[in-house]
């Protein structure tokens, strides 16, 4: 019989995780030595555990699949509340695992080290952001336990918790056997595909729109067929920004409401058939709606529930519905629309005007113009917006959650599980937060290229609350930490250094590249100055 730690780790990787990330801790060691020795999955620490927790996320996201956060007991456990959180609201299947003091330990009658209020408050507070864990006290029913909270994360597509006494660690437990899915009812899933069908049949202006969750369970490619059997128009959210980005054809382009462009505002919202695949009903996707959609005509899939007026089909796995549809249209292949003459690439102009945001995005535009697009990470702020101006590009973002510090963290994530060179698109708010997570480059020979958007301030904030002086930042010159934190870095203040510097950092390899980009503060991307535009529109309706 293996032991216990070697257990979980076998059945981590048997549900699909190929990674673990983590910090050590005292309590946290013995799984530590295991996963180590063991060599069973490829193991990152990096410098802080929030950076663990947004790697761990970017990573589920990019391979649609688990990935795994470890941390210690209390102190390093409750730095990953804040990643686990966005990962939850934004449906990504991240595996929390804490060491924790051995049984003997709890049984001292002693206040442990790490301990906040009692032995059971930190798995209470992950009860709150996970779908489902397990304390494994008991090497009897571990093994039952950990392949019913691994099965919860891939069916849920939610994250999950895993407490780990340091003692049980050497435990000898039966193996972990995965679980079979959770079942939907074949009628259920029968008349809920019919009904959505005869919907679409019976609109006279349907479309597809689709958000995060398509990519959480890996059915990409199949939604892309399903649009191409309706023969009706596929849009994404601000969210889902990214998505079916192998598929031009059926594509769009990102329904945004009044930020966005006006025909797929348009389409969308004068629809008589909606189908929404994976949508979270946020108000990042619809607070700039310039009319409320109306969900009594939409039909919306999404947390393993179908909704179509009034009527509600439980326990649909999104997949599975995929497929229900698919099967019922074989044979249908039909174009759906012009979507293939979506947005062509702006092209900068490269002189020694001062940069705008939107500039960034043109030149990225042209570099993957001429050498292919690259997965991209971004994080909270006018960054993110100014990835919606990139067009053809897999990207990951805390859209709905709008947690900052992601950026950086989520790149070197997607490192291990992107499958090619990411960008990294942060302001320097949020680089201030965890920049410093580049210098774990060199130890695994990562090498993204970061654009850093310094206007040293949250700018953001300002476009909101123009009168207040505390969104000003000091200038930290990051440009010059490059060097001791392994990598290579410039500072541009022209359209022509920005273009000059984005080639010589892609023609460069083996060491992370950092272009500080600076802006003049005040300006902003076209995208946010039209978003925060629409947002407050729609707060003037609502008043």
């Known amino acids: 019989m293996p032991a216990l730690g070697r257990a979980l780790i076998d059945a981590l990787k048997a549900h699909g995780a190929q990674e673990i990330f983590g910090i050590p801790g005292d309590f946290v060691l013995p799984f530590f030595k295991v996963i180590e020795e063991s060599g069973a999955l490829p ?25 795994v956060a470890v941390a210690t007991w209390g102190a390093g456990a409750f730095n990953l509340v804040n990643p686990v959180a966005g990962a939850y609201a934004e449906r990504s299947p991240v595996v929390v695992i804490s060491g924790a003091p051995g049984v003997h330990e709890r049984a001292s009658g002693w206040q442990l080290h790490h301990m906040a209020k009692a032995l059971d408050t930190q798995v209470k507070i992950f009860r709150e952001i996970t779908c489902d864990q397990a304390v ?35 435990s000898d437990v039966p193996a972990v056997e995965r679980l079979d899915r959770l079942p939907a009812d074949p009628a259920a899933l029968a008349e809920c595909a019919d009904e959505i069908l005869a919907h679409l049949k019976a609109a ?6 689709v958000d995060v969750e398509i990519r959480r369970y890996g059915i990409e490619a199949k939604v892309a067929r399903l649009a191409r059997a309706l023969g009706i128009p596929a849009v994404t959210t601000f969210m889902g920004r990214g998505l079916l980005s192998d598929a031009p054809d059926v594509t769009h382009g990102t329904y945004m409401g009044a930020a966005g462009d006006h025909d797929i505002t348009r389409m969308v919202e004068t629809s008589d058939g909606l189908l929404l695949i994976g949508v979270i009903l946020s108000d990042t996707n619809f607070a700039v709606s310039e009319r409320k959609i109306d969900m009594r005509r939409a039909m919306l899939a999404s947390g393993r529930q179908v909704r179509i007026g009034h009527h509600v089909y439980p326990d649909i796995p999104l997949d599975a519905l995929i497929d229900a549809l698919l099967a019922r249209l074989a044979g249908h292949t039909r174009q759906p629309g012009n979507a293939a003459e979506a947005h062509p690439p702006s092209t900068l102009t490269l002189d020694d005007a001062p940069i705008q945001p939107s500039d960034i995005a043109a030149a990225i535009n042209d570099l993957f113009a001429r050498h292919g697009p690259m997965p991209m990470a971004a994080d909270m702020g006018d960054c993110l917006f100014t990835a919606m101006e990139i067009e053809g590009a897999p990207l990951v973002a805390p859209g709905y959650y709008a947690g900052m510090g992601f950026g950086v963290p989520a790149g070197l994530g997607a490192c291990v599980a992107a499958g090619g ?45 123009p009168e207040s002086g505390f969104n000003d930042l000091d200038d930290w010159r990051f440009a010059e930490l490059a060097g001791p934190l392994g990598g290579d870095g410039v500072r541009v203040t022209t359209r022509r250094q920005l273009a000059d510097a984005l080639e010589r950092a892609h023609a460069t390899r083996g060491r992370f590249q950092l272009i500080e980009v600076m802006l003049p503060r005040g300006e902003t991307s076209e995208t946010l100055a039209r978003f925060v535009a629409g947002y407050k529109a729609a707060r003037e309706r609502k008043a």
């Open 43 to 67: 193991f990152y620490t990096l410098s802080h555990e929030p950076a663990v927790g947004f790697a761990a996320d970017a990573a589920a996201r990019f391979r649609a699949s688990i990935s």
């Open 136 to 170: 494994l006290d008991d090497p009897g029913r571990a093994p039952a336990d950990i392949a019913r909270v691994l099965r919860s994360a891939v069916e849920y597509s939610l994250p999950v918790y895993i407490e780990l006494p340091r003692d049980l660690v050497g």
């Open 204 to 209: 006279i202006r349907p479309v597809l729109m």
């Open 421 to 465: 060179r990411p960008m990294i698109l942060v302001g320097d708010g949020a680089f201030q937060m965890t920049g410093f997570e580049l210098g774990n480059c060199r130890r695994y020979g990562w090498d993204p290229i970061c654009v850093v958007f310094n206007n040293s301030s949250w700018e953001m904030l300002r476009v909101f609350q």
